[in-house]
């Protein structure tokens, strides 16, 4: 019961499907292209898909001192 094409209706509204800021090659069905290219362009903390800041595996889970 998912979503097979994409909505694009009203930016901001339930009209419109999200946008996919992952990889393009694993962008799931009923998504939207992103506006940018995340491949390329750098987010706030200035990483990209293909280099983000990550030295070990560890990185990925919340480091001492940090919240949420």
Do not use: C, F
């Not at 901001?12 to 992103?34: F, H, K, M, V």
């Not at 491949?39 to 898909?49: L, S, Y």
């Amino acid at each position: 019961m998912g979503i097979d094409k994409p909505k694009d209706g009203a930016p901001g509204t339930t009209d419109q499907s999200p946008r996919w800021e992952g990889p393009q090659e694993n962008i799931p069905p009923g998504y939207l292209p992103a506006k940018d290219d995340p491949d390329r362009a750098k987010d706030a903390n200035g990483e990209t898909n293909s280099d983000p800041e990550v030295k070990k595996v560890s990185d990925g889970r919340k480091q001492k001192g940090e919240k949420g």
